[in-house]
């Protein structure tokens, strides 16, 4: 457990040193008292206490009290303050970790998994941190302290206390065993919940469109309802073992009572030795029964570190040990295999894409033309082969070079709940105001812009979910114009556009294509009819390429594709198609 938390966080235990001595500091003041308890006692029983007696004894207690308040709040704000820190770190280092892995790992993981590792597995870490690690280290130095002070005054009453901890330790032990085989299936359950609600959210326009608000709550209820059987589960299997654990310890304070009335009798003891050591027991059990709740706590909240440590797991792309720069910025793949796992996506992918040229991808859905986007932007790796851009291989390009050399807008873009003028500036931070009209502008959406209630300074909506998907269409490609990367690559950009915008955006790509290299990935085949090159992609391989005319005269899939889509363009509602 404690490895976990030093591996996720990358510091060892000597961080919170500090806080550790502060909390053994006061415990030790906690457990005085029982001492001063015992001078006392023995004392009251001998004679009537003295007012210079009573006045030290007073000032001992208040001096005590005193370091217990002083150290114990300088414990919780140490390892509060250490723990907040040393998570905030691994917070930054989570990040800038996803930000480095392949997109195959997103691809295997859920967003709500991955979210719930990030916000609520990160707490819990942090919970064990700032809280619990203290209090155990308090519950445990206590017990230690006051069984150093009753063996020093009597060994066989003080056996007789010791004796039922050995005796439950195994309990507590086997607590922490269950726990550990629960709490991975506890988690899962919490994670598989947060998938479901954010699913749920993130859906409930079109749920609500086609009336499935009930069988996708459905789905989340259920998810809902293995957490709650999860949880019951780790409750009833380690509770009882947890309660076993008191009792057996509460059993040697009977052996106490056992042992001090048979040495009572004896004369070997006196009375008031029994009743200060019966007094002293009650303050040795309480904090060890607190230790084993700290203790199955932290083992479930461990387990958060785990999911945690799985992230960190994830190997990034490597980053290459002498980076190298393209010159130019033609695009070049080399026999070109990918696979996903076992799953092969592209094979024998020969291409060569000019600087300052517009190049389509086309092809049927599945084919593989976003993946070969992908792998130019380096979100994987080949399988074999090589991209290239300008001669060097992507894998010998640093990650921030390439990505700063490549602009993307993806058929569904994401606007964050910024204004619309920061959505925009994402693509250059430090664009002025000016920069960031020009840009809109050029995108053809500076008009409906200036219609919004604040223009620029309106917020998008998380998702842009203020804006149409045409509008949001056009403020990516804003984005894009204003980041001017010599490589620009649009998937699917005209998707989301009705006929006049997609004319406006037409134009607009037109300016991109000067002193650029472009990359469109379309279905609608009129849109890159003027491309420079169209290379038509089927079942993971290059099936042909050519003009818009040298295909069509072919004969092959992509006058198939043509043929079909001038058909569908025909269509009318009410059946049939229009006079040729």
Not at 248 to 273: H, K, N, W
């Amino acid at each position: 457990m404690f490895d976990t938390i030093r591996r996720i966080t990358g510091r060892s235990g000597a961080l919170f040193t500090r806080a550790t001595l502060y909390t053994i500091i006061e415990m030790i003041a906690n457990a005085a008292p029982m001492g001063l308890l015992f001078f006392m006692l023995a004392s009251l029983f001998q004679a009537a206490p003295t007012v210079e007696q009573i006045v030290w004894w007073t000032g001992i207690l208040l001096m005590l009290f005193a370091i217990q308040a002083v150290f114990g709040s300088l414990g919780q704000i140490e390892a509060q303050s250490r723990g907040a820190s040393v998570m905030k770190e691994v917070r930054l280092r989570l990040g800038e970790h996803l930000r480095k892995l392949p997109m195959g790992f997103f691809a295997r993981h859920d967003q709500g998994d991955i979210s719930h590792t990030l916000l609520t597995n990160v707490d819990e870490a942090e919970m064990i941190l700032t809280h619990l690690f203290n209090q155990f280290i308090g519950a445990v130095t206590l017990p230690i302290v006051s069984a150093l002070f009753l063996l020093a005054v009597d060994w066989r009453l003080a056996l007789a206390v010791l004796v039922s901890v050995p005796l439950a330790l195994p309990l507590l032990f086997w607590s922490q065993r269950v726990m550990a085989n629960r709490s991975k299936q506890r988690q899962g359950a919490a994670a598989a919940v947060n998938s479901r609600l954010l699913e749920y959210v993130q859906t409930i326009r079109l749920m609500k469109a086609h009336n499935q608000t009930g069988q996708r709550f459905a789905r989340l209820d259920r998810a809902m309802a293995r957490l709650r059987d999860e949880s019951i589960r780790v409750e009833a299997l380690t509770s009882p073992v947890v309660m076993l654990f008191s009792i057996v310890l509460e059993l040697g304070f009977i052996l106490l009572l056992l042992t001090g009335c048979y040495l009572l009798e004896g004369g070997r003891i006196d009375a008031p030795m029994l009743l200060i050591f019966l007094v002293i027991s009650m303050k040795f059990y309480q904090p060890l029964r607190a230790a084993g709740a700290s203790l199955t706590q932290m083992r479930y909240m461990a387990s958060a570190g785990e999911r945690i440590q799985g992230i960190f797991a994830e190997k990034p792309l490597p980053e290459p040990e002498q980076p190298q720069r393209p010159e130019s910025y033609n695009i070049q793949f080399e026999n070109v295999r990918f696979c996903h796992g076992e799953n092969e996506v592209l094979r024998g992918i020969h291409v060569y894409i000019p600087e300052c040229s517009l190049v389509a991808l086309v092809g049927p859905s599945g084919a593989g033309k976003s993946t070969i986007a992908g792998l130019i932007s380096r979100y994987w790796d080949v399988t074999e082969g090589a991209v290239k851009i300008g001669g060097v291989d992507v894998r010998d390009m640093r990650s921030e070079e390439l990505l700063a050399s490549i602009s993307m807008v993806q058929q569904q873009p994401y606007l964050f709940n910024e204004t619309i003028a920061d959505n925009i500036r994402m693509g250059k931070p430090a664009a002025t105001d000016a920069e960031v009209v020009e840009a809109a502008q050029a995108a053809h959406c500076h008009e409906f812009i200036m219609k919004l209630p604040i223009g620029y300074g309106t917020i998008a909506g998380e998702g842009g979910a203020m804006l149409s998907g045409g509008e949001k269409q056009r403020i990516a490609i804003a984005r894009a114009m204003l980041k001017d990367a010599p490589i620009i690559i649009l998937d699917e950009a005209t998707a989301s556009l009705d006929p006049e915008n997609e004319m406006h955006l037409q134009r607009a790509i037109s300016k991109l294509t000067h002193r650029k290299t472009v990359l469109v990935i379309a279905h609608r085949l009129k849109t890159i009819r003027g491309a420079d090159s169209i290379i038509v992609v089927e079942q993971g391989r290059i099936a042909e390429t050519g003009t818009h005319d040298e295909l069509l005269a072919h004969g092959g899939l992509y006058h198939r594709l043509w043929q079909e889509q001038h058909k569908i363009g025909g269509w009318k509602i009410g059946g049939g198609h229009r006079p040729a």
